[in-house]
């Protein structure tokens, strides 16, 4: 049997929808439980107020809802933010599909879609999250940082 490092993880299946108004509460849920350690690292964590400012920033026109196997696993938001750019926001994957790649394969599929557009794509992270790494591996660059976050960029790959 091989090594435990030696595995290369597989990626689920996974399929993105439009979102709903009815999927703000899930995502908010979501948001809560993705973000704590790093709001809590960071002497940020409010139960209440993590929800609210996912309810207060939703807007299911730009939104994305991650499924696999049908079922509820995550979301992402691209905003347009003019002048050849968009944000993206509000990226969140179930925990206990973490460390698979489906992360990285999301991303990639919204980063072609960015490059085919000739889209600059902006992001903010907060300081000390795992996510920059996956950011960083995928072409973002760091443009500027307060005390909670770090703010990225990717320009339009021409490939």
Avoid: K
Wanted: hydrophobic share 40%.
């Amino acid at each position: 049997m091989p090594e435990p490092s030696s595995f290369t993880p597989t990626v689920p299946a996974w399929e993105l929808r439009p979102a709903t108004t009815d999927d703000v509460e899930p995502v908010a849920e979501l948001r809560a439980v993705v973000l704590r350690a790093d709001l809590e690292r960071l002497g940020r964590y409010d139960a209440h107020r993590v929800r609210q400012r996912l309810r207060d920033a939703f807007d299911a026109s730009c939104t994305s809802v991650l499924t696999v196997d049908g079922a509820f696993a995550g979301c992402v938001a691209l905003r347009p933010a003019g002048r050849g750019e968009v944000w993206l926001e509000h990226f969140y994957l179930s925990p206990a599909l973490q460390g698979r790649g489906l992360g990285t394969a999301v991303l990639r599929s919204l980063l072609a879609r960015a490059d085919t557009e000739g889209l600059r794509v902006r992001l903010n992270v907060l300081r000390g999250s795992a996510a920059r790494r996956l950011y960083a591996r995928t072409g973002f660059r760091v443009t500027s940082e307060d005390p909670v976050d770090v703010f990225m960029v990717r320009e339009p790959y021409a490939g």
